[in-house]
């Protein structure tokens, strides 16, 4: 319990710190964007390679732009777009863009538990979080495996769920998404949230994956829990809370996370 509150006292301090920076950059890049966006459009030279070079800038700064956004998520900033929803309707109908990012050689099973307990959350967000976890589960598996993503009801009351995940007492919808990929070691769970740490190549991974899943669980009042053994693989357990009221969203029909570069 201490180390786990250190944890948080530690994400909270990065999340701060991180915040405002990442707000400050937000402003300063579209004002770069802006700029360079009605450069593009109304400055056509018939020769020279000047619309490329500022195509380029453009290119890079929406890159900046992608990475402050995962930062002010971290932090628990970013702007949510909550509905109330269906989490099994929402990870059903992410079967084919699973499938599409994952690739041939891994298996993807998905398992929706009975029932359909709902949560109030941006379901954008969640698609974007649970396409961040299947893909780091792809990059554990490169030799192939499989990839499983569970829905259940989770009712934990305070005489024996508790210990299990060490999550507050409370109804929650969770949702694992496991791989029996290369696990991490010790010394990389205990700093897989922290924003930029990553263990990738440089152009392959930026470090913001979990920061950002772990950032928006919080934002949504939820939990999040890592397992991971090396060699064996990984299960991450997001626990949302349930709300009873009716469903507010079609859930499948939001904008697609495609759209926000991994
Ligand atoms: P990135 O994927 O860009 O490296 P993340 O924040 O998503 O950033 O992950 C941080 C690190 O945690 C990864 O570099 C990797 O070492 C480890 N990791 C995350 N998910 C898994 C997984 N499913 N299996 C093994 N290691 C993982």
Same mark, same amino acid.
């Given at each position: ?9 530690? /994400?909270?301090?990065? +999340?701060? $710190? @991180?915040?405002?920076? *990442?707000?400050? =950059? ?34 890079g700064a929406r890159r900046a732009e992608t990475l402050t956004y995962r930062l002010l998520a971290f932090s628990r900033q970013q702007p949510l777009v909550p509905h109330v929803i269906d989490c099994n309707k929402l990870v059903g109908g992410m079967n084919d863009l699973l499938r599409r990012t994952i690739g041939e050689n891994i298996q993807v099973e998905t ?29 554990? /598996?490169?030799?192939? +495996?499989? $990839? @499983?993503?569970?829905? *259940?009801?989770? =009712? ?107």
């Amino acid at each position: 319990v201490e180390a786990q509150l250190r944890q948080s006292q530690k /994400m909270e301090a990065i +999340g701060q $710190l @991180t915040g405002g920076v *990442a707000h400050d =950059f937000n402003n300063m890049l579209a004002v770069i964007i802006g700029n360079l966006s009605l450069l593009v459009r109304r400055w056509r030279p018939q020769e020279g390679k000047a619309v490329q070079y500022i195509e380029n800038a453009l290119a890079g700064a929406r890159r900046a732009e992608t990475l402050t956004y995962r930062l002010l998520a971290f932090s628990r900033q970013q702007p949510l777009v909550p509905h109330v929803i269906d989490c099994n309707k929402l990870v059903g109908g992410m079967n084919d863009l699973l499938r599409r990012t994952i690739g041939e050689n891994i298996q993807v099973e998905t398992v929706l538990g009975a029932g359909n307990w709902r949560t109030r959350t941006d379901p954008a967000q969640l698609e974007s979080a649970i396409l961040n976890l299947a893909v780091n589960a792809r990059d554990a /598996m490169l030799e192939g +495996g499989k $990839l @499983t993503i569970e829905t *259940a009801n989770a =009712f934990l009351d305070e005489t024996y769920t508790r210990p299990l995940d060490d999550v507050p007492p409370g109804q929650y919808v969770l949702i694992s998404v496991t791989d029996n990929g290369t696990g991490m070691p010790p010394e990389v769970l205990a700093r897989a949230f922290d924003p930029f740490f990553t263990t990738k190549a440089v152009d392959k991974g930026t470090g913001l994956g979990l920061s950002q899943v772990y950032g928006f669980v919080k934002q949504s009042g939820g939990h999040i829990r890592i397992y991971s053994e090396l060699s064996h693989g990984t299960a991450i357990k997001i626990y949302l809370p349930r709300t009873v009221e009716p469903e507010s969203a079609p859930s499948p029909l939001m904008p697609r996370t495609e759209e926000i570069p991994l």
